[in-house]
């Protein structure tokens, strides 16, 4: 008798221990996806600056620079911080966009085209959403 109330307690033990890494897991997905939807929405906020700055850009053209050095750095603290493979190809799309208007800006493109940046940045948005 006492052999079967040690493995049932070995058993309940196991079963406990499986539980406690089923949640830390699960609490880590959430805080992930937390993270890449906190990330998100700062990197809206970016895209709407960077469109205001773009509207503005004969007036100021550093202010569409630093637009689109804070969409990258939140790009990387995303990257950083995932293994999900819909979250990375939104981040490697969004991050081949800000290029393109940082490349249109360097060549003397008055109005770059950020519509591509806005649909990556909102495709973003999408993936992150728990």
Request: glycine share 4%.
């Given at each position: 008798m006492a052999a079967g109330r040690r493995r049932t307690t070995v058993i309940a033990a196991l079963a406990a221990a499986a539980l406690t890494v089923g949640l830390a897991t699960g609490c880590d997905a959430v805080h992930k996806a937390l993270d890449c939807v906190q990330t998100a929405d700062s990197i809206a906020d970016s895209v709407t600056d960077l469109q205001q700055a773009v509207e503005n850009a004969a007036d100021d053209p550093s202010r569409a620079d630093a637009s689109l050095d804070s969409i990258e750095q939140n790009l990387d603290r995303i990257g950083d911080?995932?293994?999900?493979?819909?979250v990375n190809k939104a981040v490697d799309d969004l991050n081949s966009a800000v290029s393109h208007v940082r490349t249109e800006i360097r060549n003397?493109?008055?109005?770059p085209d950020v519509r591509p940046v806005t649909d990556a940045a909102g495709e973003l948005t999408k993936v992150c959403t728990p």
């Amino acid at each position: 008798m006492a052999a079967g109330r040690r493995r049932t307690t070995v058993i309940a033990a196991l079963a406990a221990a499986a539980l406690t890494v089923g949640l830390a897991t699960g609490c880590d997905a959430v805080h992930k996806a937390l993270d890449c939807v906190q990330t998100a929405d700062s990197i809206a906020d970016s895209v709407t600056d960077l469109q205001q700055a773009v509207e503005n850009a004969a007036d100021d053209p550093s202010r569409a620079d630093a637009s689109l050095d804070s969409i990258e750095q939140n790009l990387d603290r995303i990257g950083d911080r995932t293994d999900d493979a819909d979250v990375n190809k939104a981040v490697d799309d969004l991050n081949s966009a800000v290029s393109h208007v940082r490349t249109e800006i360097r060549n003397g493109e008055n109005t770059p085209d950020v519509r591509p940046v806005t649909d990556a940045a909102g495709e973003l948005t999408k993936v992150c959403t728990p």
